[in-house]
């Protein structure tokens, strides 16, 4: 069979275990990152069915750009920068812990491994993934607030726990023991030099985008920006992982001004079902690596592999806990008394359930199989399949047990909030609606009297329906008055896109809101500027 029946018999099933995993997802109202890691761990079961193996240069290279890319478009900076020291204190200083901590208790709990070992084990489970624990966050109503630290954790962390992975494995290896200098030259280097890079791919991309409006190249331009980010700053020994962040936020932030309304709701499009198959395709490839992972530890205890798996899984939910109460009263001393930030003291349950969403995902499994399988001797890298095992064990028990027991947790708390009206979005919605109707006032006052008509009959629509543009068919006199309506009617709307971009510039409103109503705008706009066409 050629290589292309190959990849159709092993793309074609994948894609189509995504689409009813996602069905079954939608109809029992659980988050799909669980049901489809649940549902690849059942189809591995079946007999016959094609063995899928997980790529881990498929997932960092493939993958992971344009997962961390769609996830920082779609981040608030605003709400980042806000939340940037509790974040940091999650990303840095808990992959820091959680790591060491590993390290340490290795030795005791867990068969056959020491402190080195535990390095590994720590640096590679250590990254948690905040995709399930955001999506059911949003579908709860748990307060955004955490939901932001939660999202903000998850596009840094695989950053520090790559580095201590570096580390770790060299100690291995290499029998090399890195300084302190060594490593924090190291740090800073794939810190600046990943945001650097990103920084300077989104600058370029910037300049680029003001010479063409045209929806299919943008949006294979927006499919190249995260590769050339991360395969770029990579290259330079940089973070790739920041530096694709740092250029997604960078870019969102000018997106406002980089595409036409048209082309802005295509990519949007094309995002959001990119994202969703790439985030499916590696949670089923998850649960389908059990048949490869049971193979690898021929030889070795299978129940001690069991109970080794529950108490590491245990291990990294208890050193959360520990970190997070500590480290949030940290971060409310830092952000009261050195950034003046004027905010509560954080309750003792949201710390908890921020504590509670440590899941571990893909990224977590692929760099346990990209452990190199030999050190520099030749001798075979020691605990390599039971690493690989207890990070599987880890992801399932995590993803699967916390993920399942995180909505009744926070129905337990009292931290779900019924779905209700946006104070922002209501307040912008309104600055909208006044700034349109100021702009046709003061453009009526410019025009003719026979226009009168026209302008009245535009802001009657922005006084009852806000931002609303229905044009009423049974007022229209004649096509030079219809004409007239629909160029006034884009005046309006320029004049709202310039005050929603005014409002988030101002941080009055964040990016979330900000998009939602410029989604609204652009397909507004769209529609009149189809209708001045025909």
């Known amino acids: ?154 596009l840094i962390n695989d950053a520090t726990g790559l580095l201590a992975l570096e580390f770790a494995t060299g100690l291995i290896v290499d029998h090399h023991v890195p300084t302190v200098s060594d490593g924090l030259i190291k740090l800073l280097w794939l810190v600046a030099g990943g945001l650097g890079v990103g920084l300077i791919v989104a600058w370029l991309v910037d300049k680029a985008e003001r010479h063409f409006d045209d929806g299919p190249i943008e949006i294979t331009l927006s499919i190249l920006i995260p590769y050339a980010a991360y395969l770029a700053a990579d290259s330079a020994g940089a973070s790739g992982v920041l530096s694709v962040v740092a250029c997604g936020l960078l870019l969102s932030r000018r997106s406002a001004h980089l595409f036409s309304p048209p082309v802005r709701l295509q990519i949007w499009s094309v995002w959001q079902a990119l994202t969703f198959v790439l985030n499916g395709l590696v949670f089923v490839l998850i649960g389908l690596q059990l048949p490869s992972i049971r193979a690898a530890i021929q030889g070795y205890g299978r129940l001690t592999l069991l109970i080794d798996g529950a108490i590491l899984s245990a291990l990294l939910i208890v050193l959360r806990l520990a970190w997070v109460f500590p480290g949030a009263r940290l971060g409310h001393f830092l952000r009261t008394r050195v950034g ?157 896109r310039e005050t929603v971009i005014r409002l988030r510039n101002e941080s009055r409103i964040n990016d979330e809101v900000m998009r939602r109503l410029e989604r609204e705008l652009d397909l507004t706009e769209s529609r009149l500027a189809g209708d001045q066409e025909e």
């Open 1 to 154: 069979m050629s290589g292309i029946g190959t990849v159709d018999l092993v793309f074609l099933p994948l894609l189509l275990f995504v689409v009813v995993f996602g069905l079954i997802a939608r109809r029992i109202g659980t988050p799909y990152p669980i049901v489809m890691v649940i549902g690849g761990l059942l189809l591995s079961f079946i007999p016959g069915l094609p063995r899928f193996t997980l790529d881990p240069d498929l997932i960092f290279l493939v993958v992971l750009p344009p997962l961390l890319y769609s996830s920082a478009w779609t981040t608030s900076w605003r709400d980042f920068h806000y939340n940037l020291v509790s974040i940091l204190l999650l990303a840095f200083g808990l992959v820091g812990f959680t790591v060491a901590g590993i390290a340490m208790a290795a030795p005791h709990l867990l068969s056959g491994f020491d402190w080195r070992l535990g390095l590994v084990l720590g640096a590679v489970v250590a990254p948690t993934d905040a995709i399930a624990a955001t999506s059911i966050a949003r579908r709860v109503g748990l307060p955004g607030r955490i939901v932001d630290v939660l999202e903000g954790e998850s």
């Open 340 to 496: 003046h930030q004027h905010r509560k003291t954080p309750e003792g349950r949201e710390v908890f359930v921020i504590g509670w969403t440590g899941m571990r995902g893909v990224v977590s499994l692929a760099a346990a199989l990209a452990l190199p399988a030999t050190l520099a001797g030749g001798e075979p890298f020691p605990q390599r399949n039971p690493i690989v095992f207890l990070t599987f064990s880890v992801i399932l028990v995590t993803l699967v047990l916390q993920g399942l027991t995180l909505p009744s947790l926070i129905r337990a708390m009292d931290l779900a909030r019924p779905a209700g009206p946006n104070c922002e979005e209501q307040e912008a919605r309104r600055l909208l609606a006044e700034s349109a109707i100021a702009h046709l006032n003061g453009a009526r006052d410019r025009d003719t009297k026979e226009a009168a008509a026209l302008y009245d009959h535009l802001r009657e629509h922005y006084r009852h329906r806000l931002a609303s543009l229905q044009p009423d068919d049974g007022n229209r006199a004649d096509a030079a008055w219809n004409d007239r309506y629909l160029e006034l009617s884009l005046e309006a709307l320029r004049a709202e």
